[in-house]
């Protein structure tokens, strides 16, 4: 399994911003599909679909509730993978995991069990 470490949560007002890392080997955030998920208070953690994926194949995709405020990036001589959240929500409050697919390099059409390296998880804390 690929060892991935987060970082970068906290808390942050309504509007504001914040940048997740996603520390992992170059040849992952190169090859591999890698998303971020996330778990809100009192979700259950199974079945969700990724806030945003990369791949060297479709690029970037988002989930509706995020599109046009987070970014996902990725950069290959330091090994990450980032997501900007711009203009939070409360809503966005939730603990944030990135993850990758060792198994399937294309993003598209993967469940959640489909990826079988995860981090440990980073709070994001949105504050109205």
């Known amino acids: 399994q690929e060892k991935l470490v987060e970082s970068g949560g906290g808390s942050v007002q309504a509007g504001g911003s914040l940048r997740l890392s996603c520390a992992g080997s170059?040849?992952?955030?190169?090859?591999?599909?890698m998303a971020w998920f996330r778990q809100a208070p009192g979700e259950g953690r199974e079945g969700r679909e990724p806030v945003a994926t990369w791949d060297i194949y479709d690029g970037t995709t988002y989930a509706d509730s995020v599109k046009g405020r987070f970014t996902i990036t990725r950069d290959k001589p330091k090994m990450s993978l980032y997501l900007q959240m711009d203009s939070v929500k409360p809503e966005d409050t939730a603990m944030y995991y990135c993850?990758?697919?060792?198994?399937?390099?294309?993003?598209?059409?993967?469940?959640?069990?489909?990826?079988?390296?995860w981090g440990q998880g980073t709070q994001v804390t949105v504050s109205s």
């Open positions: 170059e040849y992952a955030v190169t090859n591999y599909c």
């Open positions: 993850a990758a697919s060792q198994t399937y390099p294309a993003c598209r059409r993967l469940a959640e069990n489909d990826y079988n390296s």
